[in-house]
């Protein structure tokens, strides 16, 4: 009279693994993103060195200025390192910060590897970034910008 129940048992919790996503769980998206007012920052995982060497990139949106800012962390001293700077009005096209109206976040492209979508809704237009570290004397990161598209073709400048 036991088994019935303890099998009944077993089986209900194995179909709460399976519908919770125990058991096949896809990859977690390894980024945050936080936004006040004119201001947002982003998090994702930047290539930093061999495969499982991974860490963290910081990007921070200026709104008011146009700004794009990204970093990474040193392993050796734990402190920020140096900011590379993006002109995200020279890059859109766009005359004043007054005019721009941007979001972001990120999105994750490969084992370790994101990139920042950055969206200027005014212009309709998409850019896409990646960060990895630099290399030699003066650590930093580097920031690549991928693609520029329209995305509301009939807005676009």
Not at 2 to 9: T, Y
Not at 72 to 98: C, H, M, P, Q, Y
Not at 102 to 129: D, I, P
Request: charged share 20%; net charge positive.
């Amino acid at each position: 009279m036991r088994w019935p129940v303890v099998l009944s048992a077993l089986c209900g919790v194995v179909v709460g693994w399976g519908v919770n996503g125990l058991w096949w769980r896809p990859g977690d998206a390894k980024a945050a993103n936080d936004r006040w007012q004119e201001f947002a920052l982003a998090t994702g995982a930047i290539q930093a060195g061999p495969v499982g060497h991974d860490q963290d990139g910081i990007w921070v949106l200026d709104g008011k200025n146009g700004k794009l800012y990204a970093s990474s962390i040193s392993r050796l001293t734990g402190k920020v390192l140096a900011w590379a700077e993006v002109d995200l009005l020279r890059e859109f096209g766009l005359a004043n910060a007054n005019d721009a109206r941007f979001l972001m976040t990120t999105g994750q492209v490969g084992r370790g590897a994101s990139v920042l979508f950055v969206a200027e809704v005014a212009s309709g237009r998409l850019g896409v970034y990646s960060m990895s570290l630099a290399e030699g004397q003066n650590p930093g990161v580097i920031v690549r910008r991928h693609d520029l598209v329209a995305f509301r073709p009939s807005l676009a400048r």
